[in-house]
């Protein structure tokens, strides 16, 4: 009985309609029934995951495109140590105003946001006017962005480790002379 309850109540108040991406219980998808007691979401690869629609009132739900279709990217990327952080910021800014699906309004936004242990982490975020948009732009701006940073000499930074050797060299030095002197 609570699911047809909750049925009648996604029916009236619309929180989700048929053909909204919604997330829900760690999986994003699209509505594509509404049924009296169940609600069926297909994700990206098809599947059809089926939410008994008490879920869908009483769990938390987000819904990308409830309002507006209006959908932002985030891109974080690490750069080497010693780089222009300025620079680097505003190629990631020239990437985003280059791009002919990336909004206006908002502006694109890029910052520069941590020190880490490889890498110091500049983000852009920016938005694209449908959720549709959003995988292959996202694949195109990555795309720009390693380009325009190798033009500009700037490197990409991976993790690293250095080491230091303080003690025991003379120790291992002299065990190496003696293993060839007994051989």
């Known amino acids: 009985i609570t699911n047809f309850v909750c049925g009648l109540i996604l029916l009236f108040e619309r929180p989700v309609r048929i053909g909204d991406v919604v997330t829900i219980q760690g999986t994003t998808g699209t509505v594509t029934k509404i049924r009296m007691r169940a609600t069926t979401i297909t994700n990206w690869d098809r599947q059809e995951f089926v939410v008994p629609n008490k879920s869908l009132i009483t769990d938390t739900i987000l819904n990308w495109t409830l309002s507006a279709s209006i959908s932002r990217i985030v ?3 690490g750069v080497a140590y010693g780089t222009d952080t300025d ?3 505003d190629i990631l800014l020239e990437v985003a105003n280059g791009h002919p699906v990336i909004m206006e309004d908002p502006a694109p936004m890029a910052t520069f946001e941590q020190f880490a242990d490889s890498t110091l982490n500049l983000v852009l975020r920016c938005y ?3 959720l549709g948009f959003r995988l ?7 795309t720009e962005i390693n380009r325009k940073f190798n033009q500009a000499g700037i490197e990409i930074a991976f993790p690293q480790q250095d080491i230091h050797i303080r003690s025991g060299i003379d120790h291992l030095a002299n065990a190496a002379g003696n293993t060839k002197a007994a051989g």
């Open 75 to 77: 891109i974080t990327v």
């Open 87 to 89: 620079e680097a910021r």
């Open 128 to 130: 694209v006017p449908d």
């Open 136 to 142: 292959r732009t996202t694949s195109e701006l990555y």
